[in-house]
């Protein structure tokens, strides 16, 4: 089983930067895809960014963040960071850090806000 640890939001002026960061428990974390996603009030949760197992070899991101924002881990923290640059108020949200892999199953954390006025 993983647990995941939101941190780092906060409020923040349009323009301004924060960095996410998602710290998990267990030793086979490495083995998990991680991603962020956020929800807006009055809004679905929708996806942001990802990054793939072992060496993130491979990120994706929503096309409303590419350009802006930077997912990377490092598995030795057991850590999954979210670097968001150029920040606007529509990305206000609680972020949500997830874990996921197809044979030990799929974890969410608590989430962080984020604002960010104008």
């Known amino acids: 089983q993983v647990q995941l640890v939101e941190s780092g939001g906060g409020l923040v002026q349009a323009g301004g930067s924060l960095r996410l960061s998602c710290a998990a428990s267990?030793?086979?974390?490495?083995?998990?895809?991680a991603g962020w996603y956020r929800q807006a009030p009055g809004k679905e949760r929708e996806f942001v960014a990802s990054?793939?197992?072992?060496?993130?070899?491979?990120?994706y991101y929503a096309d409303s963040v590419k350009g802006r924002f930077t997912i990377s881990r490092d598995n030795a923290k057991n850590t999954v960071y979210l670097q968001m640059n150029s920040l606007k108020p529509e990305d206000t949200a609680i972020y949500y850090c997830?874990?996921?892999?197809?044979?030990?199953?799929?974890?969410w954390g608590q989430g962080t806000q984020v604002t960010v006025s104008s």
């Open positions: 267990g030793r086979t974390f490495s083995s998990y895809n």
């Open positions: 997830n874990a996921g892999n197809a044979l030990r199953g799929d974890y």
């Open positions: 990054v793939s197992s072992w060496n993130g070899g491979n990120t």
